[in-house]
């Protein structure tokens, strides 16, 4: 009889592991060649936004079906939103106070925080000390600037032969614009354009594809590179192909609203007690919403996604090796 029991419970047992195996290895086959298009491209979008897991997706699709994934129903051109007669207006207040409100939400996917500068003078553009060479974490870059706060910036080449994992951080793409200073262009000439967020002399901020020509007939003071572009004009802007399409994970923002406070956010994600993080959707509605932006642009995110405050960093960076080394960071002053 206990034989029996014994042989009962070993044969449950096995079956079980069967039944996990049997799950593991067939779950990708079904998600990616069945029926079930929106988590595709989650899936798809969230393992090729990553730098350490983006086998996911290539050990099971070609790269030609991921493109395909990533590019769902992409126009052949995605025009900027319309301006309205009565589309918000930025007014730039010259007497702005010198305070900063931090807003914290979460849910079951994401911990978010929000960062409200009223004074947009305030927020510019930090770079690391050793361009093209080795990067520097947001904290480093607050510290080195003054800052009482800072977030992540825009976009750089991650790779290195002595850095493993992270890379080092030191190459930026795109343009920074400091102070009113063009420290790294690698756009071809003065007309080439790069999608951005930039700050006029005034606090203004513009977000879009813009030359430097651009932007220095709009007295830029500062400006870094990324994209895609979350809101314009007061209107939230239609995310096509792979804007639409980046998976979940963390996210970092920045916007203005009508009174010209700046909008600072950033999402956590990749743990799995807090959650996963958000979608670029989610990010462009919380942007919209709670932040009230009427601006607005996604900067770089992933292990990236930093938000530092008063001498510390306040939210649980996805890189297990602590904070990323990056090129540019949007501080505070």
Aim: hydrophobic fraction near 40%; aromatic fraction near 8%; include cysteine.
């Amino acid at each position: 009889m206990k034989k029996l029991k014994k042989l009962k419970w070993g044969q449950i047992l096995i079956f079980i592991i069967f039944e996990l195996l049997f799950t593991v290895i067939t779950a990708p086959f079904i998600l990616l060649y069945g029926p079930f298009e929106n988590a595709k491209r989650i899936y798809v979008g969230s393992a090729m936004n990553t730098l350490n897991h983006q086998y996911l997706a290539t050990t099971f699709l070609s790269k030609e079906k991921i493109n395909n994934i990533l590019n769902v129903n992409v126009p052949k051109e995605v025009k900027e939103p319309e301006v309205e007669e009565k589309a918000p207006e930025v007014i730039i207040n010259k007497r702005y106070d010198s305070t900063i409100e931090l807003f914290e939400f979460e849910n079951s996917k994401y911990k978010g925080r929000m960062l409200i500068v009223k004074d947009p003078k305030r927020v510019k553009i930090g770079y690391t000390s050793s361009l093209y060479k080795k990067g520097e974490t947001t904290s480093e870059m607050a510290i080195k600037n003054n800052a009482v706060a800072a977030i992540n910036g825009g976009a750089f080449v991650d790779s290195s032969s002595t850095a493993i994992y992270t890379g080092n951080g030191g190459t930026p793409t795109g343009i920074i614009i400091s102070d009113g200073e063009i420290v790294f262009s690698d756009l071809e000439s003065e007309s080439k354009k790069t999608e951005c967020v930039a700050l006029d002399k005034d606090g203004k901020m513009y977000v879009g594809k813009y030359s430097t020509r651009e932007l220095r007939d709009l007295n830029v003071r500062e400006a870094v590179t990324f994209y895609p572009t979350l809101i314009k004009k007061g209107k939230i802007v239609p995310l096509k192909g792979t804007n639409a399409s980046q998976g979940i994970a963390p996210r970092t923002a920045i916007g203005q609203r009508a009174d010209g406070s700046i909008v600072m956010m950033v999402i956590d994600g990749r743990d799995l007690i807090q959650g996963m993080g958000a979608t670029m959707t989610e990010l462009q509605t919380l942007m919209y919403t709670k932040g009230e932006c009427v601006t607005a642009l996604n900067l770089d995110g992933g292990k990236s996604a930093t938000m530092y405050l008063n001498g510390e960093v306040i939210n649980k960076v996805s890189n297990a090796l602590g904070e990323r080394y990056i090129a540019t960071s949007i501080v505070v002053k």
